[in-house]
């Protein structure tokens, strides 16, 4: 599963780091998310994360069906979790999470590194009011 927006104009990548508050008995691992939010893990192995929304958010756990799959086919389900009473759901579930966006269209600048790290006001005169 990729991520996708109605036009997606800007595509790119994204990491995280898994909050220390979950108190996980797996670790950092991806199965600590289905355990924190009460899954069935007998039922469902989780092998992703999708997180939508800008104003309202929710997520949903990517996983595997061990009921639906068969030999031939493992079953996808998204599950998805209302988290819109939680405002804060992001910064308990990670540590950290980095976002990269570019022009959907670039195969350019998405392959580089920057050179420098620097601070807007490095560069631009910040005007008091």
């Known amino acids: 599963m990729k991520a996708g927006t109605q036009y997606n ?3 790119g990548t994204a990491a995280a780091d898994i909050s220390d508050y979950l108190g996980s008995t797996f670790g950092n691992s991806l199965k600590s998310l289905g355990e924190y939010f009460k899954l069935n893990l007998e039922r469902f192995k989780v ?3 999708s997180i939508h929304g800008s104003e309202d958010h929710y997520i949903s756990l ?3 069906d061990n009921i639906k ?3 031939e086919k493992e079953y996808i389900t998204s599950i998805s979790i209302d988290v819109n009473e939680d405002k804060d759901f992001l910064s308990f579930l990670f540590k950290t999470l980095h976002v990269v966006l570019y022009s959907r269209h670039d195969n350019q600048y ?3 590194k920057c050179d420098e ?3 807007y006001e490095d560069y631009h005169e910040v005007i008091v009011d």
């Open 110 to 112: 998405s392959i580089l």
């Open 117 to 119: 790290e620097a601070n």
């Open 47 to 49: 092998v992703g994360v």
């Open 69 to 71: 799959s068969n030999t």
């Open 62 to 64: 990517i996983c595997v």
């Open 9 to 11: 104009d800007f595509v």
